[in-house]
């Protein structure tokens, strides 16, 4: 599967945006996703997680109440609904997926496999 995330851009202070990350291929179903950011001269963490039915979700304590992950198998996309967006939220976000995640969600980026390109979000203050 290959992941291409998109939805970025440029918002003010307690703004929305919306994040896709799309997969092309078969059985997207069938991969657990994941989304992670990465501010400059910081590491990449740990956003937000949803299982391969949706029937299970994690957020980083930093976006839990602001943001929310779901998912549509149907149309092999996930998405990032961002809230209340503050200056801290400014990052390259990330979505990523594995198959071989499956009876939790998770946190830790190496046990993703797949990468999609990222995409920009800078909100203004």
């Known amino acids: 599967v290959q992941l291409q995330a998109y939805g970025g851009g440029l918002v003010q202070a307690g703004g929305s945006l919306r994040l896709s990350c799309t997969a092309s291929?078969?059985?997207?179903?069938?991969?657990?996703v994941g989304w992670f950011r990465q501010a400059p001269g910081k590491e990449r963490e740990f956003v937000a997680a949803?299982?391969?039915?949706?029937?299970?979700?994690s957020y980083a304590d930093s976006v839990k109440g602001r943001f929310t992950i779901s998912r549509d198998n149907a149309k092999n996309t996930v998405y990032l609904q961002m809230n209340s967006l503050n200056p801290e939220d400014t990052a390259i976000y990330y979505c990523?997926?594995?198959?071989?995640?499956?009876?939790?969600?998770?946190?830790?980026?190496?046990?993703?496999?797949?990468w999609g390109q990222g995409t920009l979000v800078t909100v203004s203050s």
């Open positions: 990523a997926a594995d198959r071989n995640i499956i009876t939790s969600t998770q946190a830790m980026a190496r046990l993703y496999d797949t």
């Open positions: 291929g078969r059985a997207f179903s069938t991969y657990a």
């Open positions: 949803i299982k391969r039915s949706g029937s299970g979700i």
